[in-house]
């Protein structure tokens, strides 16, 4: 896998630069969307009157989501993207992925099911992206959906090796001369600054040259996906966005206590906490979600 560089995105309006050619989402659940060079996979499911549109968590795709199907394919019509560098979508841009693209994306979905308005499903990495979208397209959005959702506090370290140029280069370099950070990561494990499941989470994602490549490309292509937690959470007052935020008790990883700072009662917001982990994506979880409907 090619790891490149930061590359300044230049200015550009939308409707200018992308197209979309489909296949009949009623023949065929794959489809694809040309924008700019670049191509989009996606998946389609369900036969419901609403649109709900579903963003998948690191290193996932949109198959991740057909368990939900079964339980809401008949409220909805289930969308689901392949994000850059992830599943079958081809991302060709020399350039991050920005917040403008992902308007873009979702705006093709729209225009070929031919609505106005949507609702959103994001899973971990896919929740910080859902609030992304919630910055920019919040009067067009009916219910927002956050499971295991990211995006709800600011890594230090995510925004250091990301958004700093000798961040970045250290990330890199850390790729291919990882001595250093395992070091440093069984250090804090025995002083106890890590907890186990962390600890083995961080070590399953970093344990493979290919593994370190994938997570710092998709990090840095996603540097900019950085949401505006207070203001998200006016726009979705301003708009009434019906919100479910819903998490694993046992989750180390995005705990529940994000979900209770998030949710502090400046907008409309029901809480669920289920008996998981970090792994929540069920048809189980597509039968809760239409129970809270």
């Not at 700019?36 to 609403?50: A, I, V, W």
Request: net charge positive; with cysteine.
């Amino acid at each position: 896998m090619l790891i490149f560089d930061l590359v300044q995105l230049p200015k550009f309006a939308i409707h200018d630069y992308f197209s979309v050619s489909l296949l009949p989402f009623s023949v065929m659940p794959d489809f694809e969307l040309l924008y700019l060079k670049s191509r989009f996979h996606g998946t389609c499911e369900g036969t419901g009157e609403q649109l709900l549109i579903c963003l998948h968590g690191f290193g996932e795709s949109a198959a991740h989501f057909k368990p939900l199907t079964e339980a809401l394919g008949d409220i909805f019509t289930i969308v689901a993207l392949d994000m850059p560098l992830h599943g079958s979508t081809q991302w060709q841009e020399k350039r991050v992925f920005e917040k403008e693209d992902l308007v873009a994306i979702i705006s093709l979905v729209l225009q070929q099911q031919g609505k106005e308005r949507f609702s959103l499903l994001g899973y971990s990495m896919g929740g910080r992206l859902a609030l992304c979208l919630v910055e920019k397209m919040a009067e067009r959005i009916d219910r927002l959906i956050m499971a295991a959702g990211d995006g709800f506090r600011n890594n230090p370290w995510h925004l250091f090796v990301t958004r700093t140029g000798i961040g970045n280069k250290i990330f890199k370099y850390n790729t291919y001369h990882p001595q250093l950070f395992f070091s440093l990561l069984h250090t804090w494990r025995r002083l106890g600054l890590l907890n186990q499941s962390i600890y083995k989470f961080v070590l399953n994602r970093m344990d493979e040259p290919e593994k370190r490549a994938f997570v710092y490309n998709v990090w840095t292509n996603m540097r900019n996906m950085m949401p505006d937690k207070k203001h998200c959470k006016q726009l979705l007052t301003r708009y009434n966005v019906l919100t479910l935020l819903i998490f694993g008790k046992y989750d180390r990883v995005i705990p529940p206590v994000l979900g209770t700072r998030f949710a502090d009662g400046s907008f409309s917001c029901k809480m669920l906490v289920l008996e998981k982990g970090h792994q929540l994506i069920s048809a189980q979880l597509g039968f809760i979600i239409k129970s809270n409907l």
